[in-house]
């Protein structure tokens, strides 16, 4: 089957129309990365990190991840639900609660391909690539994930700071380069 982004987006604005708009779209979601070799014809091949739009409105947000191995993202929230299909590699996510204004662990969850997973709207969580592969992902949010302003907490003292795009592809940038440096082939696929 094809994997195409104009129909994956129509399927996904669909299901925001149904009782149980997040399980809806996982289902969405759980179909496309149950055929990640239709989503790499699509996409490409994993080869380097990436945070790209497939698409933006008030609604909902599709974004296309690729994690450099070894990655570790900072905690983050998002303020709002999302789902994650991951199509490659391997994602640990950990999970956090707020403990005044910093936060604390409260679980750990992994996904690798094939996998969905569930985030409300009030978590938060840390991203971790604990593998030599890249972890190819498609995130689904339930609106607009660039205009709401949300916080951020430092890996190793807990404080929180505004949550910033930028930081976070320095990071991934930095990550790659780092295992790619270190690396005496490239990472695997
Ligand atoms: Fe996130």
């Not at 239709?38 to 296309?64: C, M, Q, S, Y």
């Not at 205009?147 to 991934?172: C, I, M, V, Y």
């Not at 780092?178 to 695997?188: D, M, N, Q, T, V």
């Amino acid at each position: 089957m094809r994997f195409d982004v104009d129909d994956f987006v129509e399927q996904c604005r669909a299901a925001l129309d149904e009782s149980e708009p997040q399980l809806a779209v996982r289902d969405v979601v759980a179909r496309a990365v149950s055929q990640p070799a239709a989503i790499k014809a699509a996409l490409g091949t994993p080869n380097g990190w990436k945070t790209e739009p497939l698409h933006i409105d008030d609604r909902f947000t599709v974004l296309h991840f690729i994690w450099p191995p070894t990655l570790e993202l900072f905690p983050h929230e998002h303020k709002m639900w999302s789902t994650v299909g991951i199509y490659g590699g391997i994602e640990d996510n950990t999970l956090y609660r707020r403990d005044g204004d910093r936060v604390v662990v409260s679980g750990h969850r992994r996904g690798e391909a094939g996998d969905v997973l569930l985030l409300g709207a009030d978590a938060i969580h840390s991203v971790e690539n604990p593998s030599r592969q890249w972890t190819a992902a498609i995130h689904v949010y339930g609106s607009d994930f660039f205009a709401h302003p949300r916080l951020q907490w430092d890996l190793k003292t807990g404080e929180p700071q505004p949550f910033s795009l930028a930081n976070s592809k320095a990071l991934l940038a930095a990550t790659e380069a780092h295992f790619r440096s270190e690396a005496s082939g490239g990472p695997g696929v």
